[in-house]
């Protein structure tokens, strides 16, 4: 059991890191390419947070693990849109983009609601995950296309909160040595996230079996938990340094794309069933599109996610966790 909860916090630590080090190349890399701060926000910066999710969902649908995998994309979600903003929102009320209100939020309760319709059947097979990753490629394109007006020095600042540390000089950014330096930095943060999520899996699933608690719950609340350590601490650290739409940025664009992207590529990798855990279809799934639609409307709300909402938020995260662990028992 020690062995156990040391895979765990080995594992947690290795997803943390990972995180930072694929948040922190793919950023900068995003500089090179010149794309606009909010796209690098919404995509690129939570295509790397979403990294972890990504390793353990395709690691546990390999394995035939599906209520773990399931588990994670739903149970990540949730603590993106209730724990994330919620948190944020606490620490200072966070502003928000009318390109978020209108396009971005919208689109995050519609992937939800297609996550409940594709897996009606109980199952979530090949044709598809390839249909979430073609409208993965199709939110790229529109978020591209949305953010083209914002120039390059906003770019810099927006890289220099998440990232960190200023670049030294543009022509310096440019150069080829700051670009492998960065795919350096980027390889090893998925690096570490295999080799965490291998044990942050393998830790979670003994630890299931020790307590009794089913698979399902693990990944709706440890494992998710655990792979969602990057947007928790890339929204918070953003928030402390005044860049407050970044944190809501990075949490609707990690709830897309846990969906679109790790979902899409874990199901096309092993198709999943729904069956081994029929809560998750019939209860945690429609719990997550209720969440999605609650932040949709808090965000409407006066444009701005104030403190009060924060507690609520995170209030009913709480509860949700409670009434599994009561349900478990």
Not at 86 to 100: H, T
Not at 125 to 146: C, E, K, N, P, W
Not at 265 to 280: C, E, I, M, Q, Y
Not at 284 to 307: E, F, K, N
Request: charged share 10%; glycine share 10%.
């Amino acid at each position: 059991m020690l062995f156990a909860v040391g895979q765990l916090v080995v594992g947690s630590l290795l997803l943390l890191i990972g995180g930072e080090g694929v948040v922190r190349g793919a950023s900068r890399l995003a500089i090179l390419a010149k794309l606009s701060p909010l796209f690098v926000g919404l995509t690129v910066v939570s295509l790397g947070t979403s990294a972890p999710e990504m390793a353990v969902s395709v690691a546990t649908a390999m394995q035939g693990q599906a209520d773990i995998t399931i588990g994670n994309v739903v149970g990540s979600n949730l603590f993106n849109m209730l724990m994330i903003v919620g948190l944020s929102a606490i620490v200072a009320a966070l502003p928000v983009e009318r390109q978020i209100t209108y396009f971005d939020a919208p689109v995050m309760v519609a992937v939800c609601i297609a996550m409940g319709v594709v897996g009606y059947d109980g199952s979530i097979d090949r044709f598809d995950g390839i249909a979430l990753l073609v409208a993965m490629v199709v939110y790229f394109a529109i978020s591209y296309r949305l953010g083209k007006r914002k120039t390059s020095e906003d770019i810099e600042e927006f890289v220099d909160d998440v990232a960190g540390e200023p670049l030294a000089a543009p022509s310096w950014a440019r150069s080829a040595a700051a670009v492998l330096l960065q795919l350096l930095i980027l390889s090893l943060g998925v690096g570490a996230l295999v080799l965490g999520c291998e044990w942050f899996v393998a830790g979670s699933v003994t630890f299931a079996r020790y307590f009794g608690l089913s698979e399902a719950v693990i990944g709706l609340t440890i494992v998710s938990v655990g792979t969602s350590l990057p947007e928790l601490v890339t929204s918070v650290a953003a928030t402390l340094k005044g860049e407050r739409g970044i944190a809501i940025g990075n949490a609707v664009g990690s709830t897309i794309l846990n969906i679109l992207a790790v979902l899409g590529v874990a199901a096309t990798v092993s198709p999943v069933s729904l069956h081994v855990a029929p809560s998750l279809e019939f209860f945690d799934i429609p719990v997550m599109i209720g969440a999605a639609v609650l932040t949709w409307a808090v965000l409407r709300t006066h444009q701005v996610v104030t403190r009060v909402e924060g507690f609520v938020m995170v209030g009913l995260y709480c509860a949700y966790i409670a009434y599994l662990l009561i349900e478990t028992v």
